[in-house]
């Protein structure tokens, strides 16, 4: 089916359509998040094609008085989004006030220190300092479409604390089917090391297992890399038609999960797809590429992935590829960056913590909304505010009372039913950093950074690529890692420092570390202390990221796209609801900064200087549109999304 768009579209797209996205200048998510929206305002509003701009009806009185309102803007919700969300609007001379429902700051970004505030205020390459683990995000990609990430980091002066994160190490292990540990490079030079095919008692057929399973989910992709690849080899001008041509054969499958494309027949796909795979490959294929369950994901969601950090073409392809990006961590833990932002933030304006947001609805008249919050000592106070900014993951804004809010049912469906992936995160401090030491590794094989893979509960282990340069660096290891079902089942038994359950998963941890690592526990020394979160078991997040399923994100046939109600106004531009699931970038802290520019893009919607001084000053995100935006914001007010 044609996917129908006005030449305003294409001229509004034009620049990042320019950009290469062969060295990653314009990511292809951008791309597709504009084509859901202007496929969804175009079927929404029938018989106009092209659409000529929409705005706001500034004769309505309740549009009137976003433009005069003196009262602040609420921010519910004091993650990166919140805080990206203030620091904008203190610039352009706006009052808010955010509201945060935890005793703490930063939301999904996290550093636990075992030494508590100590490790914050410690000098750089001295022991005090690298005592945790960064619980929340932990590593950010250097590559062009996450500029605004590290235009942060400038804004906020930490540039300077940026540091190398090592993704992989020579000597990083794997272990799997009971076999190992071995590094990577030795495991590729033997055919099945693993013996996971038939004739070496596993269930995969042996001419899978002949090949290395990155090879055969290269095949997975490989179709579709390449329709996408030809926007490179048009000219910019032609590049729509072809993003638009490989957008359309991708959302086909966006029904399917991963898992259901790699097992379907042959009929509807491209010729060079391949053959559907046997279920006890895709089971191999999942074990080895990622968490379990994460294949019962949107296929749309895997090929976009696929694409964020790749050329198109895999390693094993004879086509041009660019250099991997370079990644990032912050020296001293994440939370310098949240801190940073707080510090920027006038002091009657920081944050309130303690605060936990039980109701949000319209006024009586249409001047603003009300918020009532629950403060820490179970007292409700009603405050009035010009507008509401929604900052919180969508599970957190569930369960506050939005029924007079004035969202349309397709934000209410999206809030209830969009999808978020589990991430369970155990960290143990040991006496020293056993894995460093050639005394207890061997001389060749010590591992500084990077990540060991496993199909035991632990899954993965990730290795320090902080305090390599201080000797005396504490042993803090990063010693789980999972995602999807194993960290449900991991995040079961967190349950609380010092409880049965709590010494089953460290007794558990240990283990595993054990066969890992081929290594006696008793080898590792003694363990001083450890912590354990379970992201869906958070009280203040209820999930890692989001990971959308099945149908979820929107396809370019239909008419109505929950992501894309996410995006306009609620309340007639009074209520906006911001997050990284609300952004294409869901998952990263990209989508969280893309996602608090948009809301406060459409508060401002009725006072056009201010949006000018926001397009200035604030670098608008490539996923998003100022004319699709006016839109969306047109429709969700006629009650249309």
């Known amino acids: 089916m044609e996917l129908h768009v006005s030449r305003d579209f294409v001229t509004d797209t034009e620049p990042l359509l320019r950009k290469s996205f062969k060295d990653h200048g314009g990511s292809y998510r951008d791309l597709a998040a504009r084509a859901v929206l202007d496929h969804t305002i175009l079927k929404l509003s029938p018989g106009i094609d092209p659409i000529p701009p929409i705005t706001i009806n500034m004769q309505k009185a309740a549009h009137a008085n976003l433009a005069t309102d003196s009262r602040p803007i609420c921010i519910v919700g004091a993650g990166v989004a919140g805080l990206y969300a203030a620091l904008i609007l203190q610039d352009l001379g706006i009052k808010y006030e955010i509201l945060e429902a935890s005793d703490r700051i930063g939301g999904r970004i996290w550093t636990h220190r075992f030494n508590g505030d100590v490790g914050y205020n410690a000098a750089r390459n001295t022991s005090e300092r690298y005592d945790y683990y960064d619980v929340g995000a932990m590593r950010f990609p250097k590559i062009p479409f996450m500029d605004q990430v590290f235009d942060l980091f400038k804004r906020i002066k930490i540039e300077d604390l940026l540091i190398p994160y090592t993704f992989h190490h020579p000597n990083n292990l794997l272990c799997y089917n009971l076999r190992g540990p071995v590094t990577r490079e030795v495991a590729a ?146 939370d310098h960056m949240i801190r940073e932002m707080a510090c920027k933030l006038s002091k009657q304006s920081k944050p309130k913590t303690n605060q936990t947001v039980v109701k949000i609805e319209q006024s009586e008249d249409p001047k603003g909304m009300k918020v009532t919050i629950r403060d820490d000592q179970g007292g409700l106070d009603t405050r009035e505010y010009a507008q509401v900014i929604s900052t919180v993951p969508l599970g957190c804004l569930q369960t506050i009372d939005i029924d007079r809010a004035g969202l349309t049912y397709s934000q209410r469906e999206a809030i209830r039913s969009l999808q978020y992936e589990a991430s369970t995160k155990i960290g143990i401090k040991f006496k020293k950093r056993w894995w460093e030491d050639p005394a207890v590794m061997g001389k060749d094989n010590i591992i500084q950074g990077g990540q060991s893979q496993t199909d035991i509960p632990i899954r993965t282990c990730v290795y320090p690529s902080y305090g390599l340069n201080c000797p005396s660096a504490p042993g803090v290891l990063l010693a789980s890692y999972t995602w999807a079902q194993d960290a449900a089942r991991f995040g079961s038994l967190a349950q609380g420092q010092g409880t049965d359950a709590d010494k089953d998963l460290l007794e558990t941890t240990l283990n595993n570390l054990e066969k890992l690592h081929g290594i006696s526990r008793e080898k590792f020394g003694d363990v001083l202390d450890h912590k354990t979160h379970a992201w869906y078991n958070d009280r203040y997040a209820r999930g890692a990221f989001a990971h959308f399923g099945p149908g979820q994100f929107g396809r370019a046939y239909d008419n109505k796209s929950l992501f894309a109600s996410l995006k306009a106004p609620a309340a007639g531009g009074k209520f906006h609801i911001a997050g990284e699931a609300t952004s294409v970038h869901h998952a990263w802290v990209l989508g969280a900064l893309n996602s608090a520019w948009r809301a406060v893009f459409n508060a401002l919607i009725c006072r056009p200087d201010k949006r000018r001084e926001l397009v200035k000053r604030w670098p608008t995100p490539d996923e998003e549109s100022v004319k699709m935006l006016l839109q969306l914001a047109a429709l969700a007010e006629d009650n249309c999304l």
């Open 189 to 334: 030079q033997t055919v099945d090391y693993f013996h996971v095919s038939v004739s070496n008692g596993g269930t995969v057929p042996d001419r899978y297992a002949q090949e290395q399973p990155k090879d055969w989910i290269d095949r997975i992709y490989d179709p579709f890399k390449c329709l996408f690849a030809k926007m490179n080899t048009v000219d910019p001008s032609q590049r729509w038609k072809a993003f638009r041509e490989a957008w359309m054969e991708l959302t086909k499958y966006e029904h399917l999960s991963t898992r259901g494309y790699m097992l379907a027949g042959k009929e509807g796909k491209a010729e060079d797809a391949p053959d559907p795979y046997p279920e006890s490959v895709v089971h191999w294929l999942e074990t080895m590429d990622s968490g379990t369950g994460l294949y019962d994901k949107a296929f749309v969601e895997s090929v976009m992935g696929s694409l964020d950090f790749d050329w198109p073409f895999p390693e094993h392809n004879p086509h041009p590829s660019v250099e991997s990006p370079s990644w990032y961590c912050i020296d001293g833990g994440a």
